[in-house]
């Protein structure tokens, strides 16, 4: 979204950037419910799909918004439902269960850290493929990193020699199809959420998110986000911080992220 690759002519411009957030509430409208149908009041403080959240004010309906208990990170609060709910519909596409071993690739990102939590939690085994640097997190998640790049399929058969149940890929890479694809007995359990080049789909893996032929699991989703707040609120989930920059260095933020190694969730603080 940031540079225009999704929007080549700027038909979209002036477009108010980021999708989610956490605030706290100046202002409501008559009969304003939360995401569990109870009334919101000016002082609640709530987080969740924001349109155009990197700003200081923001206008939203506030029925789809979770309440943020006290003891949670605004940050952690607003970086949590997209990539938790696309975490839990990359498991649930794959079925994962307790006792599967599965490699998750981009272990160390956003949406990699809470499939391996979230997978961890469902008493699987994860092997979780990232840069070194990130290897003492993912171990602190309870699961076995090892780097990606050439003999990755070597490394992960040394590290599971009974074989790899399940795989997800939040990369996009052919690495991480070609590796699955060589390491999985059925196709059917590996998800991608990022190659779009149509090749996982054709080996009869899934695709799922907002992408051309991809599944958008709305329902699965939507189920999810509930779950994740729960989890947020109880401590069993944390939403990794890579940093956080203030509003006004906003394209710094982006440019950040845009290196592909942020490591977690970009917060802008106004
Ligand atoms: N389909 C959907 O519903 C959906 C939803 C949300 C996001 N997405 C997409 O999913 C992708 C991941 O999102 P995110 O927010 O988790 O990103 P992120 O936080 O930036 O994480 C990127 C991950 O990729 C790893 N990585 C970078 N280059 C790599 C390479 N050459 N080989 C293997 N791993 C590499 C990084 O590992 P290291 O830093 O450890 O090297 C990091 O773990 C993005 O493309 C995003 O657009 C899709």
């Known amino acids: 979204m940031a540079s225009g690759v999704h929007d080549p002519e ?3 411009l002036p477009l108010a950037m980021a999708t989610e957030g956490a605030g706290v509430v100046t202002a409501v409208g ?3 419910v939360d995401a569990h149908g109870d009334p919101v009041a000016v002082g609640d403080a709530l987080y969740g799909a924001l349109s155009g959240a990197a700003a200081q004010e923001v206008t939203e309906k506030t029925a789809g918004l979770f309440r943020r208990p006290r003891n949670v990170d605004p ?3 607003a970086g949590l439902l997209l990539v938790g709910a696309t975490a839990a519909h990359a498991l ?9 071993t599965v490699l998750v690739h981009g272990a ?14 469902r008493g699987a085994r994860v092997i979780a493929t990232a840069s070194v640097g990130h290897h003492e997190r993912l171990r602190g998640y309870a699961a076995t990193p090892v780097v990606y790049g050439e003999g990755l399929a070597d490394r ?16 996009g890479t052919d690495e991480a199809t070609t590796v699955s694809l060589e390491l999985l007995p059925d196709p059917a359990r590996f998800v991608s959420i990022a190659n779009f080049s149509g090749a996982v789909q054709a080996a009869g893996g899934k695709l799922i998110g907002g992408g051309a032929g991809a599944d958008p699991g709305r329902e699965i989703r939507a189920a999810a986000r509930p779950e994740l ?6 401590g069993s989930v944390q939403v990794p911080i890579a940093r956080r920059f203030p509003l006004a260095a906003g394209a710094d933020a ?13 917060i802008l603080e106004p």
């Not at 707040?229 to 109880?234: C, E, I, R, S, T």
């Not at 982006?254 to 970009?266: C, D």
């Open 156 to 171: 992960v058969r040394a590290l599971a020699p009974d074989g790899v149940d399940a795989a997800v890929d939040t990369v």
């Open 108 to 121: 160390s990102g956003s949406v990699g850290s809470i499939v391996t939590q979230l997978a961890i939690g």
């Open 92 to 100: 649930q596409a794959i079925g994962v269960r307790a006792g599967d």
């Open 10 to 12: 700027g038909a979209k």
């Open 75 to 77: 940050a952690e609060a």
């Open 229 to 234: 707040a729960a989890a947020l609120a109880a």
């Open 254 to 266: 982006y440019a950040f992220l845009a290196g592909g190694h942020a490591g977690g969730k970009v």
């Open 30 to 32: 008559e009969g304003a």
